[in-house]
């Protein structure tokens, strides 16, 4: 099994906000959250996805429905809205730029 991010605790949050939404538990519905929070942590494609979340295009098939009726943006801001900060990081690194991009402008 790959590593997962949630705990009891925050699951039981996230289960609050999902009732919000109209969004109702199904056996999968933590499994379904899991890989997306492994997709963006990892970045791999789809088809990628460990087999343990359950199949990669029924997953991707409700991600693409819950991005068009804007569930995730919603459920997003709310979380976002009410961040627990106590334990913030800030990220000392830089991103270079290519030694032309300076002299690019843009074309209209």
């Not at 705990?7 to 199904?26: E, M, V």
């Not at 499994?31 to 963006?40: D, S």
């Not at 997953?59 to 569930?71: A, E």
Request: charged share 25%; hydrophobic share 35%.
């Amino acid at each position: 099994m790959p590593r997962t991010m949630l705990n009891d605790q925050h699951w039981s949050k996230l289960l609050s906000i999902f009732r919000n939404f109209d969004i109702y538990f199904k056996s999968n519905l933590r499994n379904f959250v899991e890989a997306i929070l492994y997709r963006i942590r990892t970045g791999c494609p789809w088809r990628d996805l460990p087999k343990e979340f359950g199949s990669y295009n029924s997953i991707f098939k409700k991600y693409n429905r819950w991005c068009k009726n804007d569930k995730l943006m919603k459920i997003f801001k709310l979380i976002s809205s009410n961040a627990d900060i106590e334990w913030v990081f800030i990220d000392g690194s830089h991103v270079r730029a290519h030694q032309h991009s300076a002299g690019i402008k843009d074309q209209d």
